[in-house]
């Protein structure tokens, strides 16, 4: 964490927030594995670097939201490839299934000590363990 800018999987996704003349984010890929009793969104994730700072993740889809809006009247294609990617880019977990979920943070990170993972709301939180 953080994940590269050239990893495979975001590319998508920087092409279209450099299309609506975003400023950049950090991104962070996280594998998941729900072994919880119900169902998962990944609905944010907090980041504590070293220095004590926390940064809040939470999905691509809500960042492809807000570049989408950029977008004026006479650029309907665009428009209608953020509503395309951000449909594809929802993150959702049964129990016992496993997947990748893909978030962004405003700020660069550059330390990371503990991250917090809040799976299906604002009131449901777990520390995330590191698995090699």
């Known amino acids: ?35 919880s009793g119900g169902d998962i969104n990944m609905y944010e994730v907090v980041i504590v670097a070293e220095d004590g700072r926390q940064f809040e993740a939470t999905s691509i889809s809500d960042y492809i939201d807000v570049w989408r809006n950029s977008f004026g009247d006479g650029e309907v294609a ?23 979920a893909i978030l962004g943070v405003k700020e660069p990170i550059t330390s990371v000590q503990r991250v917090f993972v809040y799976p299906a709301g604002a009131f449901s939180r777990v520390e995330a363990r590191r698995v090699k």
């Open 78 to 100: 665009k428009y209608n490839k953020g509503i395309e990617l951000s449909y594809e880019s929802r993150f959702f977990l049964h129990p016992g299934a496993r997947g990748t």
């Open 1 to 35: 964490m953080p994940a590269s800018v050239m990893d495979p999987r975001l590319e998508r996704f920087g092409d279209y927030r450099r299309l609506a003349k975003a400023r950049a984010i950090t991104y962070v890929i996280a594998q998941v594995d729900n072994q």
